[in-house]
DNA sequence: TTGAAAGCGCTACCAA
DNA sequence: TTGGTAGCGCTTTCAA
């Protein structure tokens, strides 16, 4: 900018109206400024911007599991179409699951002074946020709530859409429902469970000795899952599916059979329709996830005070035809021996 | 900092020195500094230190199409693994393939003084940048090399991909193979339709009068170019689909239909394996782009000087089901009626 | 081992 | 309409 100034024979503090869009500066004066600044290549430094303003950096940082799982790119993006037109940037990290690593990013986006974080929080407490929540920086926990820490909230319906979905199983006859999911300590997949839980009680099941296989964290694993449960002597003739990698599990253990059981899966995506059958899933605007995270971050960025806010995203189940199958037309699975026994 | 350094009755510098880990500080000061530190909760200024040291942002920036896009995703994934250790955080952001957005977004990233960028360009001059490349800002080019501009670039095998691939689906006797596309105007689009064309060439096929549909954006409108090739007077036996969203359009369109015609499609996805029939592919390791092109900008940012460099990432054709159909199996589609005419 | 002072690039404030 | 000066929070340099 000094440099500016001295091409363009004028003084600093011109410089920096011409740059900031000032309106008190003479057009002649300011033709000259912008011309000495695109000979010489300037660019203003935020930086010095944001120091001297006492200014956050116009950016958000967003913590999630993995940015390249679709669930948590699609969050990704309503984020960035929500603050796009405040000029706000997206700084994106995965956690992948690892509190360390989630604390390290989060705690890099603090030194930043990014102006606000959004989180989808792994497992363990979040109380050393406190003391930046307390400086002003605004967080929003998204998909999961924060443990030992007061602040806004987007969660899912997981207690009613998976309830919903199990319902609907329930409602083509099934009396012997299998619910895979992941680690019962991530708060989704026991919201979730509970729902399944919840549904087989009512419809009169007893969900204590219902075929439940957990701790699934890929497709791998869970299509190993659904293919032991479809192993047992009392075999289920309906599968739900706690969200989109253990419905890819389940559809890989499918690929192999010759009648696949009823299917219902948390998570709605992109091929579903496409597949045979196409598939019934619990769906929800994942984008509008984002939005409304970003909505309640930039109500605090804007000085929005007041106790902690939830918001819960709708879920509804939509039919495609693997969650309509009914019991009756399931075969009993052939009791195929286990391969170590074969 | 001065806060600190009041709270722990030591200078402004020690306190410096105790943030940076400098050794030269007394072990009973140390502690002093860090019980006043965490007292305040004090978090140092990462704007302060960067105007400071005449250093830049500890990011780097990535501009593509679409954050959401599984391919784009999985490219920023590779980024951030590779850098991860480096204590780089990735900012990310979508063009939509509107020239004006990306260069506001680039803008952006340059006036925060990222490391260093790595861009998927949309078509038109990216000339605008020269100037920071001049000033140091290390920018490497993904997908798509830079039109009017010298930069390290990381591409596919577009050509030689989807050339195999053709070849592929000729070699089941196909002779009259379709190929639907974004814009020729995108690299890609165009590169892949030459490789197109040589392969039927090679193979004594006219290319010319080829059946070609182009300037397909999304699924929905790939799915009616391919309905229309399909109801051509003498369709295509075999389909060749530019990228995923074709191919998710092309599979659409196929579920409509009694037998499908072969299909191979560039850029492999999670759920390929698992359709009806499983859908042959031209592969290559997405998250790999992201890593290379992480390392080239590293390189830069390192001080390495020298002339652009270009890195080609290889591409395989991965065999599941659907481009091994014979051109002899494929029904000639019932010659169905356009609906307006219907 | 510790501290004082200067200055990074910019803008707020006051003066002309 | 313009310019000077101070100072944002930190690190660098030099001195004690």
């Given at each position: 900018?000094?440099?500016?100034?001295?091409?363009?024979?004028?003084s600093l503090?011109t410089?920096?109206r011409?740059?900031?869009g000032?309106?008190?500066?003479?057009?002649?004066?300011?033709k000259?400024v912008?011309?000495?600044?695109?000979?010489?290549?300037y660019?203003?430094?935020?930086?010095?911007?944001?120091l001297?303003q006492?200014?956050?950096l116009?950016?958000?940082?967003?913590?999630?599991e993995?940015?390249?799982?679709?669930f948590?790119?699609?969050?990704?993006?309503?984020?960035?179409?929500e603050?796009?037109?405040?000029?706000?940037?997206?700084?994106?990290g995965s956690?992948?699951?690892?509190?360390?690593?989630?604390?390290?990013?989060?705690?890099?986006l603090c030194?930043?002074?990014v102006?606000?974080?959004?989180?989808?929080?792994?497992?363990?407490?979040?109380?050393?946020?406190?003391?930046?929540?307390g400086?002003?920086?605004?967080?929003v926990f998204?998909?999961?709530?924060?443990?030992?820490?007061?602040?806004?909230?987007?969660?899912?319906?997981?207690?009613?859409?998976?309830?919903?979905?199990?319902e609907?199983?329930?409602?083509?006859?099934?009396?012997?429902?299998?619910?895979v999911?992941d680690?019962?300590?991530?708060y989704?997949?026991?919201?979730?469970?509970?729902?399944?839980?919840v549904?087989?009680?009512?419809?009169?099941?007893d969900a204590?000795?219902a075929?439940?296989r957990?701790?699934?964290?890929?497709?791998?694993?869970?299509?190993?899952?659904?293919?032991?449960?479809?192993?047992?002597?009392?075999?289920?003739?309906?599968?739900f599916?706690?969200?989109n990698?253990?419905?890819?599990g389940?559809?890989?253990?499918?690929?192999?059979m010759s009648?696949?059981?009823?299917?219902?899966?948390?998570?709605?995506?992109?091929?579903?329709?496409?597949?045979s059958?196409p598939?019934?899933?619990?769906?929800?605007?994942?984008?509008?996830?984002?939005?409304?995270?970003?909505?309640?971050?930039?109500?605090?960025?804007?000085?929005m005070?007041?106790p902690?806010?939830k918001?819960?995203?709708?879920?509804?189940?939509?039919?495609?035809g693997s969650g309509?199958?009914?019991?009756r037309?399931?075969?009993?699975?052939?009791r195929?021996?286990?391969?170590?026994?074969?």
């Open positions: 900018m000094r440099d500016v100034a001295l091409e363009a024979k004028v503090k410089v920096s011409v740059v900031n000032e309106s008190s500066v003479a057009p002649v004066t300011t000259q912008q011309k000495a600044i695109s000979r010489l290549g660019l203003r430094n935020e930086h010095a911007r944001a001297r006492q200014r956050v116009q950016m958000l940082g967003l913590v999630t993995d940015v390249s799982n679709p948590y790119s699609a969050i990704a993006r309503g984020v960035e179409e603050v796009r037109d405040r000029g706000l940037l997206v700084v994106a956690s992948d699951e690892d509190p360390a690593r989630e604390r390290a990013l989060l705690e890099m030194e930043q002074r102006a606000g974080l959004l989180v989808v929080p792994t497992r363990g407490d979040h109380g050393f946020l406190a003391p930046e929540i400086h002003g920086t605004a967080v998204v998909d999961r709530p924060p443990d030992n820490l007061g602040a806004d909230t987007v969660l899912l319906d997981n207690f009613g859409g998976a309830r919903s979905g199990v609907h199983l329930l409602s083509y006859g099934h009396r012997r429902v299998g619910f999911g680690l019962p300590d991530i989704t997949t026991a919201e979730r469970l509970r729902g399944y839980e549904a087989l009680a009512d419809a009169g099941i204590g000795h075929p439940v957990l701790g699934c964290h890929d497709s791998r694993s869970a299509a190993a899952a659904v293919r032991e449960l479809l192993e047992l002597p009392d075999p289920p003739t309906a599968l599916a706690c969200n990698r253990i419905t890819f389940a559809l890989q253990c499918f690929g192999a009648r696949p059981v009823a299917l219902v899966g948390f998570d709605d995506f992109e091929l579903a329709p496409l597949l059958p598939v019934t899933v619990v769906s929800y605007d994942q984008a509008e996830v984002g939005r409304r995270a970003a909505r309640l971050v930039c109500d605090r960025i804007d000085g005070n007041g902690p806010r918001s819960v995203i709708p879920t509804t189940v939509v039919a495609r309509e199958l009914k019991a037309q399931v075969a009993a699975p052939r195929r021996p286990a391969r170590t026994r074969g």
